[in-house]
């Protein structure tokens, strides 16, 4: 590299320096997920609203997500931070569970398969003790064929057909 000197007035040569990037160290990497929750405060200095979001930190957690959740608004599985709703995992829960069987069914095992087996069953049984409250109601509900607007989200899971008839036509 050419660089003016101010003291002699004149240009120098000099090798160049190579400059490393400042790499921002993820504290969480080795975590399979993490659970934020952000508390948002509104007019009313005593309420908070709470923003639940859960960053996959796993490639194994990312590669199941991708395959049995598929392509979703919002969701893009090759981000380099990955943060989703719980209500998605929540609704997808019977269809990751399902693909957990078909892990564990599936012989021989190699590395990669086990490891993902381990990070799912970890996620799974987090999502059901977590979201137990939940999920308890929402069985209780579909158990009699009903739902409430409030749950609508966990049956109405993206790709799904609606119709109803309509009576005037």
Do not use: M
């Not at 009313?44 to 997500?65: M, Q, W």
């Not at 380099?80 to 019977?94: N, R, T, W």
């Not at 069987?101 to 799974?124: M, Q, Y």
């Amino acid at each position: 590299d050419e660089v003016y000197d101010r003291k002699k007035s004149e240009w120098v040569t000099r090798p160049s320096v190579v400059q490393k990037l400042h790499e921002k160290k993820d504290a969480w990497a080795a975590h399979a997920f993490v659970v934020n929750r952000k508390l948002n405060p509104t007019n009313n200095s005593k309420v908070n609203v709470i923003t639940v979001t859960i960053d996959i930190k796993s490639p194994y957690l990312r590669a199941v997500g991708k395959e049995v959740i598929g392509q979703v608004l919002g969701i893009t599985w090759t981000a380099s931070v990955l943060k989703v709703e719980p209500k998605v995992f929540i609704a997808f829960l019977p269809d990751l569970a399902a693909h957990l069987d078909v892990l564990n069914a599936k012989e021989p095992k190699s590395d990669e398969d086990e490891s993902t087996v381990a990070h799912l069953e970890f996620f799974i049984k987090f999502l059901r003790e977590e979201y137990a409250e939940t999920l308890a109601e929402l069985t209780a509900l579909l158990d009699h064929s009903e739902i409430t607007f409030s749950l609508l989200w966990a049956i109405l899971t993206p790709r799904t057909l609606i119709y109803s008839p309509c009576p005037v036509t």
